[in-house]
């Protein structure tokens, strides 16, 4: 096997999901694509509940972005551009909806529902940071409100 060619096992998606329960975000990547600049971004994002994804979205007609669920259970709100919930729905590797495209300019954020959850993401490179344009202006940045907001779109999902 090449240098570049991995596994992707349980004990990668353990590793990253450990890492991210020690995380203050209680988030963490695992990067595949050599370096933030390369063209085609392909990572896991292992995200805990309590971990806040402030909506956002992404214009660059090149940005669309594909989410599979690997492990647990997420929640996707897809939002319109006032802010007004347009879609929910819960993915999960063994239901009926495991992931979701993304189409690039749409406002969306996702909850983890259970610890240990993990996402394969894929969508163009080279890494930019989102722009005042592409965070949504009607969701908090972080704080208490943040955790409030967190709270409420966790909410959505209760069974």
């Known amino acids: 096997m090449s240098a570049a060619t991995r596994w992707l096992d ?7 999901a450990a890492r991210a329960q020690d995380s203050p975000r209680l988030r963490m990547n695992h990067n595949f694509h050599p370096a933030d600049d390369h063209p085609a971004h392909r990572l896991l994002n292992a995200i805990e509940p309590g971990s806040y994804v402030r909506p956002h979205r992404h214009l660059d ?5 594909t989410i599979l669920c690997v492990r647990g259970r997420l929640g996707c709100i897809l939002f319109a551009d006032d802010g007004t919930v347009q879609h929910t729905r819960v993915m999960a590797p063994d ?3 495991f992931g979701i495209d993304i189409g690039h300019g749409q406002f ?11 996402m394969f993401e894929a969508k163009a490179g080279p890494y930019r940071p989102l722009t005042a344009a592409e965070l949504a202006p009607w969701a908090p940045v972080d704080g208490e409100e943040a955790q409030r907001w967190l709270a409420w779109m966790t909410g959505l999902f209760a069974r």
């Open 10 to 16: 349980s004990a990668l998606i353990d590793a990253v």
């Open 61 to 65: 007609p090149l940005k669309d972005e």
């Open 95 to 97: 239901s009926d909806c």
């Open 108 to 118: 969306h954020s996702l909850v983890a529902l259970e610890p240990g959850s993990v």
